[in-house]
Antibody, heavy 122, light 111 residues
Framework: EVQLLESGGGLVQPGGSLRLSCAAS????????MSWVRQAPGKGLQWVSA????????YYADSVKGRFTISRDNSKNTLYLQMNSLRAEDSAVYYC???????????????WGQGAMVTVSS | QSVLTQPPSVSGAPGQRVTISCTGS?????????VHWYQQLPGTAPKLLIY???NRPSGVPDRFSGSKSGTSASLAITGLQAEDEADYYC???????????FGGGTKLTVL
């Protein structure tokens, strides 16, 4: 079964750092772009960042540009999100998501992880 | 404010038909970028309902359908069932923002 499993969430102080991981299984990980999407409590979905299948191209929402870094290790079938200079407004459930097709980085997301909660608070 | 605009809520009785609109602009839906729709039940991850404006993934009932015209798209649900009560989100790409954009979400209540 195609699956994504996030880990690394938790409580962090404002200004702190956290790294999320997303382990993929049962599909050719390196063939697909991946994204991180977040959802603040009681709010809607917000796209955070995307990375191409090879890892050579990365994209960020303006709200996280310069603070977050997306990366992937295709040998380990794992996606990462390094989050620095965290703010209270970054508190959310963070989902990793796989795109439908192999030839479009910004396609629909057909597989989602269960989510990792990140809370930024003192 | 979301780049794509959805009504905050819609409702319908069991068996009825409801539609959820998603209004964009010339830099996203109007620029011919594809629209996708998701269903999110409370406490769960979003589930893909419609991709590429009108396509249903396998396993999604044909009660769900998508359409697109100009700078807007719509999700239609026919034969409404209690289990359809959820939040629904549209998604596209925006060339001005160079990234994925979502609608603010619509809460569907089955009366």
């Amino acid at each position: 079964e195609v699956q994504l499993l996030e880990s690394g969430g938790g409580l962090v102080q404002p200004g702190g750092s956290l790294r999320l991981s997303c382990a993929a299984s049962a599909f050719t990980f390196s063939s697909y772009a991946m994204s991180w999407v977040r959802q603040a409590p009681g709010k809607g979905l917000q796209w955070v960042s995307a990375i191409s299948g090879s890892g050579g191209n990365t994209y960020y929402a303006d709200s996280v540009k310069g603070r977050f870094t997306i990366s992937r290790d295709n040998s380990k079938n794992t996606l990462y999100l390094q989050m620095n200079s965290l703010r209270a407004e970054d508190s959310a459930v963070y989902y990793c998501a796989k795109v439908v097709s192999t030839n479009y980085n910004f396609d629909a997301f057909d597989i989602w992880g269960q989510g990792a909660m990140v809370t930024v608070s003192s | 404010q979301s780049v794509l605009t959805q009504p905050p809520s819609v409702s319908g009785a069991p068996g009825q038909r409801v539609t959820i609109s998603c209004t964009g602009s010339s830099s996203n839906i109007g620029a011919n970028y594809l629209v996708h729709w998701y269903q999110q039940l409370p406490g769960t991850a979003p589930k893909l309902l419609i991709y590429g404006n009108t396509n249903r993934p396998s396993g999604v009932p044909d009660r769900f359908s998508g359409s697109k015209s100009g700078t807007s798209a719509s999700l239609a649900i026919t034969g409404l069932q209690a289990e359809d009560e959820a939040d629904y989100y549209c998604q596209s790409y925006d060339s001005s923002l160079s990234g994925v954009v979502f609608g603010g979400g619509t809460k569907l209540t089955v009366l």
